[in-house]
């Protein structure tokens, strides 16, 4: 038969078991507070998330359309097809404009310029604009501003038709 005070937990262990749980539960906290701290906040219709850009109807072909809550252009080939690039210069990060009496971007960082489907015609940038993945749902152009992707040149497979 074993002795009372062998079978009680001695008040230092309790006290160095009191004190572990309590701090792993606070650094637990403290590592869920810093990782929602962090963790980035898409609001759904804004840039990162899904945009929807408009009617099929408002993208007339042989245009270029500046969508600011999605930051980019969805340019329109004359035989319908549709690229969504981002606004930014592939050199320096710099938002590029639309110069429609040119018909052409030009940066006006370092002086990159760009065709209507993004490529480069001068200028130190390295590569096209990047493009975001478009599809059409219910005569909607919708644009997934959560993904760049980078390409080395102008491909038809790279538009989008409605």
């Known amino acids: 038969m074993k002795n009372q005070d062998e079978t009680k937990l001695p008040?230092?262990?309790?006290?160095?078991?009191?004190w572990s749980v309590a701090v792993v539960a606070?650094?637990?906290?403290?590592?869920i507070a810093l990782f929602n701290f962090l963790k980035p906040r898409v609001k759904p219709g804004s840039?990162?998330?899904?945009?929807?850009?408009g009617q099929v109807e408002e993208f007339q072909p042989g245009t270029v359309n500046h969508v600011l809550k999605g930051r980019f252009y969805i340019s329109t080939s004359e035989d319908?097809?549709?690229?969504?690039?981002?606004?930014?210069?592939?050199?320096?990060?710099?938002?590029?404009p639309w110069r429609d009496d040119e018909g052409q971007f030009h940066c006006p960082c370092h002086n990159s310029i760009f065709t209507t489907v993004g490529e480069v015609v001068s200028g130190p940038a390295p590569r096209p604009l990047d493009l975001f993945p478009m599809k059409i749902?219910?005569?909607?152009?919708?644009?997934?501003?959560?993904?760049?992707?980078?390409r080395s040149e102008f491909d038809d497979s790279q538009a989008t038709y409605a």
């Open 11 to 18: 008040r230092r262990h309790f006290l160095a078991l009191g």
């Open 26 to 31: 606070l650094f637990g906290q403290a590592g």
């Open 80 to 96: 319908g097809g549709m690229l969504a690039m981002y606004h930014r210069c592939t050199h320096l990060g710099c938002t590029v």
């Open 137 to 150: 749902v219910e005569g909607q152009v919708v644009v997934d501003t959560g993904t760049v992707i980078q």
């Open 47 to 53: 840039f990162g998330s899904e945009v929807v850009a």
